[in-house]
């Protein structure tokens, strides 16, 4: 299995600031024959399903803000979000979905 | 629109064989390209990928549940099975079914509790 590592488990971020999550895997998810990283970004908000932000690492699924962008390649990633707003309070995952599909442990995003 | 829902047991019995069934609608699991999976999620923890069939019946499954899954479909019906072997407590989770790799549709979920 590819083991997914999130960081940190929990942030605190004031309103209209910038959250950083990182996510690391224990190998490289990076398919050099079309030089695309399987990694993916979710949001699950409380007693809901998780949604889509982020594939290939870096393109954002279609209705989702630009406050929300992607950024890394093999086995560093991170999801970055800016002008914090009230909504984007929720947990949020990485998934590599290279091999099998393993998710990251989740971060969860509050209000400072 | 794509619209997956998840049907099956509330309870089961530890040792039990627990069968889910997804109905989907709105994309049909013949088109070149489309997978349908499960992903499961314990009671305030984190997301488990579990399996994942694709139109062309290839199955994919996840290497510490293998021995215990098994995933197929029903093209006619636009339904995908999952069946898990020797349920445990330790399995009691919301069992979402998914559409996409990774999965940018998701059912509402089914809380599966294992107790005897």
């Known amino acids: 299995d590819i083991v997914m590592t999130q960081s940190p488990d929990s942030l605190p971020v004031s309103l209209g600031g910038r959250a950083t999550i990182n996510c690391k895997s224990s190998?490289?998810?990076?398919?050099?024959?079309?030089?695309?990283?399987?990694l993916a970004w979710y949001q699950q908000r409380p007693g809901q399903p998780p949604k889509l932000l982020i594939y290939?690492?870096?393109t954002r699924e279609s209705g989702v803000p630009d406050r929300f962008s992607g950024s890394g390649s093999g086995t560093d990633f991170t999801l970055t979000i800016s002008n914090l707003q009230a909504e984007d309070v929720a947990v949020y995952y990485c998934?590599?979905?290279?091999?099998?599909?393993?998710f990251g442990q989740g971060t969860k995003l509050e209000i400072k | 629109q794509i619209t997956l829902k998840e049907s099956g047991p509330t309870l089961v019995k530890p040792t039990q064989t627990l069968t889910l069934t997804c109905t989907f609608s709105?994309?049909?699991?013949?088109?070149?390209?489309?997978?349908v999976g499960w992903i499961r999620q314990p009671p305030g923890k984190a997301l488990e990928w579990l399996a994942l069939?694709?139109?062309?019946?290839?199955?994919r499954y996840s290497p510490s549940l293998k021995s215990r899954l098994t995933i197929t479909k029903d093209t006619s019906k636009n339904q995908v099975v999952l069946t898990m072997t020797n349920m445990d407590p330790v399995d009691t989770a919301t069992y979402y079914c998914?559409?996409?790799?990774?999965?940018?549709?998701w059912g509402q979920g089914t809380l599966v509790t294992v107790s005897s």
């Open positions: 290939w690492a870096s």
């Open positions: 709105g994309f049909s699991l013949s088109t070149s390209g489309v997978g």
């Open positions: 998934q590599q979905y290279y091999s099998s599909g393993t």
């Open positions: 998914t559409h996409g790799a990774p999965p940018s549709y």
């Open positions: 190998q490289s998810v990076l398919d050099s024959s079309n030089n695309k990283n399987y």
């Open positions: 069939i694709y139109w062309d019946d290839d199955r």
